[in-house]
């Protein structure tokens, strides 16, 4: 009986195993979901996205990791065009927005050397032209008629007693005149009063320089201090160019070197500046800093305020260069397709470098020969990914 029933156990423990032996999978067939390709199964079943069948799809024999075949068809409607890479130059060009400003160096500030009340403006708009030495406004002035007295008393003296005392009325007289100068009188109008002998109670004033007038907070009958602002200036014989850039294009920028000022303006003229100040901090918030280029201004047809781009260019050098189109990029690098046989493509990292215009710079990854897919290359991504339900980029070295 004992003998019967190990037998029986014998039997039932070997068709077990037998039952639990699994076919092979064939990995020459997945299947995927032509909604969703980046489904990938081994066996029938539906999409666990879309709920719809999944589509069998038969692996090519020979293709290896990253490859793809297409045939005479797809590549015709595909409309898939190849070329040879060679070597080739290249330049990088930079473009900044920026704006036209104030020239800070001349800007001018014509400030009241007495106290006193301002009778007459001969200026009294915003944006005038004020030509140098041009009459700027009167003033009457208390300390300063009393400075005019004091200047002819000493004259009237010499005449009347040079030869009776021991006192030097020169020194007297040019101590009376210095103070009228340091006061703001010119030579011509302390001549004028020592030959009159007349000291008039109002005082016109000259403009110490030239340029418009961007700010008058005087007005006629104000009463100003010693120091105080009658009215600014600004020269627009040249102006500053500011444009902000960002921290990793600083590499591209050298003090004092040339730059192009394009301006749109004026059908996009341009005129060939300095770059002069790079400002040495940097807004951490941002991660932008400020440019500065002085330009001329002949005739002083541009005005501050106007729209400007900066161009930046480097010399050009001999590289591999593609177009842009034939590249694509994300997140993990850059990869183009490459030809390796009748209708196969195979796709490959590259490491870019300069774009310039519709060009792009392959610094590593391609070598002067490789047949390149030039048009079509996003077309073969996306077939790619619905024949092997995987990006083309998995499994290479970033």
């Not at 006061?183 to 418009?212: C, D, R």
């Not at 040339?258 to 951490?284: H, R, Y």
């Not at 591999?320 to 990292?349: E, H």
Request: glycine share 8%.
């Amino acid at each position: 009986m004992r003998y019967i029933i190990s037998i029986i156990v014998s039997i039932v423990l070997v068709l077990s195993c037998k039952n639990t032996i699994k076919e092979p999978i064939d990995t020459d067939t997945y299947y995927t979901c032509s909604m969703d390709p980046q489904v990938v199964e081994y066996k029938p079943g539906t999409c666990p996205i879309c709920k719809m069948d999944l589509t069998p799809v038969k692996k090519r024999k020979g293709e290896s990791q990253g490859e793809l075949e297409l045939s005479d068809q797809q590549i015709q409607l595909g409309n898939i065009q190849v070329d040879t890479i060679r070597n080739g130059t290249i330049g990088d060009q930079l473009i900044l927005t920026a704006s036209l400003n104030f020239d800070q160096s001349k800007l001018y500030a014509v400030s009241s050397r007495v106290m006193g009340r301002v009778e007459k403006l001969y200026f009294k708009n915003l944006g005038e032209y004020v030509k140098k030495g041009a009459p700027l406004y009167e003033m009457y002035s208390e300390d300063l008629n009393n400075a005019k007295q004091e200047y002819l008393l000493a004259v009237d003296k010499k005449n009347a007693f040079s030869d009776q005392t021991i006192i030097d009325f020169d020194q007297l007289i040019q101590s009376a005149k210095n103070k009228l100068l340091l006061w703001g009188l010119n030579e011509t109008q302390i001549n004028e009063l020592g030959s009159t002998k007349k000291a008039s109670p109002i005082t016109t004033y000259y403009s110490t320089a030239g340029g418009y007038i961007t700010e008058l907070d005087i007005r006629e009958g104000d009463y100003v201090m010693e120091g105080g602002t009658i009215v600014k200036l600004a020269d627009l014989s040249t102006l500053w160019v500011e444009a902000q850039v960002y921290s990793s294009q600083l590499a591209d920028l050298q003090e004092n070197s040339m730059v192009t000022v394009q301006l749109p303006d004026f059908n996009n003229k341009e005129i060939k500046g300095k770059l002069e100040f790079v400002n040495p901090e940097i807004n951490q918030a941002t991660r932008i800093n400020l440019i500065r280029i002085s330009i001329p201004n002949p005739g002083n047809y541009l005005k501050p305020g106007m729209s400007a781009y900066v161009l930046l260019k480097s010399p050009r050098r001999k590289s591999l260069s593609l177009p842009i189109d034939a590249v694509i990029r994300d997140g993990k690098g850059a990869t183009v397709w490459v030809q390796t046989g009748k209708n196969t493509f195979k796709n490959l990292m590259v490491q870019t470098g300069l774009e310039s215009d519709d060009r792009i710079e392959i610094i590593s990854g391609l070598s002067e020969g490789d047949i390149v897919v030039l048009q079509g290359a996003y077309l073969l991504h996306s077939e790619y990914v619905f024949k092997k339900g995987a990006n083309p980029m998995e499994g290479m070295k970033m």
